[in-house]
């Protein structure tokens, strides 16, 4: 017997179509890895109701969930097809490492605020995605244990692609990260083409959350994190 469509479901299925499709995104993957994620999971009570706008909500520690279409839009340029190994900078919530971790078959993901990092590896647990790690450190500086990624995601603005996850993408693999200025940048997907040779193209411009880091934006003074910004 058919399930009865609930209020989020039918939620999801609208930005699926009016956020997602008509905005350009067409991989088939990522439109059904989206239908499949509750975003209502990944954000707080009292933004439940709102999970499903257009975008991004804030989630506590000064950081915030992005809006859906930019998660895609990343998601998209990574074009994953299953098999992949990948690694995401900016765990945040969980949302785009659950998005991830549909598409590809391991994500490692890297957190630099330890109570995100702890809420979100309980949250991905309780959700049933059993392919995702959540790692506490600097995500400038990647996580080495386990590279080379045929994909790399970083959820958070930097002043320049960190050398480091250039080094960890294996030959073929793409770099998908928006960097630039601190309240602007260019969301942008390199590829690594042979071992000293990459190729950049250029998605649109964002606005994320700094990424802080070693080789990243400096950490404020007495501050763990920074006031959200809206994305896209």
Known sequence: ???????????????????????????????????????????PASSTARAYEDTPLAIGAGQTISQPYV??????ALQLHGAERVLEIGTGSGYAAAILATLAREVDTVERIPELAHAARDRLAQ???????????????????????????????????????????????????PYGE???????????????????DRLGGVRFVPLIGEAGWPEPAGQTGLDPMPVG
Do not use: C, K
């Open 1 to 43: 017997m058919a399930q009865p469509v609930t209020s989020s479901d039918a939620r999801r299925a609208q930005m699926v179509r009016d956020q997602l499709r008509h905005r350009g995104i067409v991989d088939p993957r990522v439109l059904a890895a989206f239908a499949a994620v509750p975003r209502e999971a990944f954000v």
């Open 71 to 76: 998660v895609a839009l990343a998601a998209q």
């Open 182 to 200: 601190l309240d602007e940048q260019e969301l942008a997907r390199i590829t690594r083409r042979e071992p000293e040779r990459f190729d950049e």
């Open 127 to 177: 959700l049933g995605f059993t392919n995702v790690r959540v790692h506490h450190g600097d995500g400038t500086l990647g996580w080495p244990a386990h590279a080379p990624y045929d994909a790399i995601v970083v959820s958070a603005g930097a002043p320049r692609p960190p050398p480091a996850l250039l080094a960890q993408l294996a030959v073929g693999g793409r770099l998908v990260l």
